[in-house]
């Protein structure tokens, strides 16, 4: 129960987060991205803003537990395979394309119209069909 | 400072805040395309009560936010096809490269993990590559 409520006051601060610091409006995103044209900020003062406390939330994690009990994830290990990159590629295609990603397009379900609704619902298609692509791929990588 | 910068600044921190919840108290990383894609492919159902709780809270606290004082502009593009395109690639991607903006690039930097900084890296380039051309070039966004 006790997990469920932190669970609950995190995902809500993180839409409070997303919506007060503009991240919802797809203006605010693409205008970071367009580097040639007319360049806003913004994201970096959002990036650097939610770094801070993270990063000394990972400092006070050594030789601790969870709150709530468990343990706290392992670093995973430094590989850089292919999929990190080809995923990370096709993100950014999709991100620049719309100016959403999967926090601010469930943050912004409520107010953001049918637009929204349809970036979502797209997602969740992509999200379901990934296990598949990841399989292809890796076959392909194996064959090769 | 612009007011815009500044608002970022007090979101960023209430994300960065809300992650080191999410960490300190459940241990977990608070990635927002694992937490919903571990849902929709089924491999975080161990964990789908917390996940859901997770969704619900990230969910409705905007929605609440937006009765009491109105929703914020999103100028989001209308075109069909695009979103579509967009919607897929985000949920392919952020699934392939295990992680999004929040995960690689809030949670991962933060500990100085190379995936992280990566993954990051090439989202961002590509990203600023898709804008360019899609706005500049063929005038499409």
Partial sequence: MLRMIFALAAGGLFGLGLFVSGMT????????????????PTLAFVMGGAIIPMAIAWRLTPGRMPFVGGAFPPKPEPKLGSNLVLGSVMFGMGWGLAGLCPGPAIASLSYGGWPHLVFFMAMILGMFAAPTLRQRLDSVAQAS | MNPDWAYGLMGGLMIGLAGAIFLLAN???????????????????STGRERIAFLVGLFLAPSLLQLLIGAPETHATTNFLVLLAA???????TRLANGCT???GVCGISRFNLRGIVATVFYILAGGLTVVIFRH?????
């Fill in chain 2, 87 to 93: 919607g897929l690639l985000v949920g392919l991607g």
């Fill in chain 2, 137 to 141: 070039i063929l005038g499409a966004i």
């Fill in chain 2, 102 to 104: 929040s995960g690689h």
């Fill in chain 1, 25 to 40: 409006d797809t203006s605010k995103v693409q205008g970071w991205l367009d580097v040639f044209g007319n360049w806003d």
């Fill in chain 2, 27 to 45: 241990g977990r990383i608070m990635g927002a395309s694992g937490i919903i894609g571990g849902l929709v492919d089924r491999t975080g159902w």
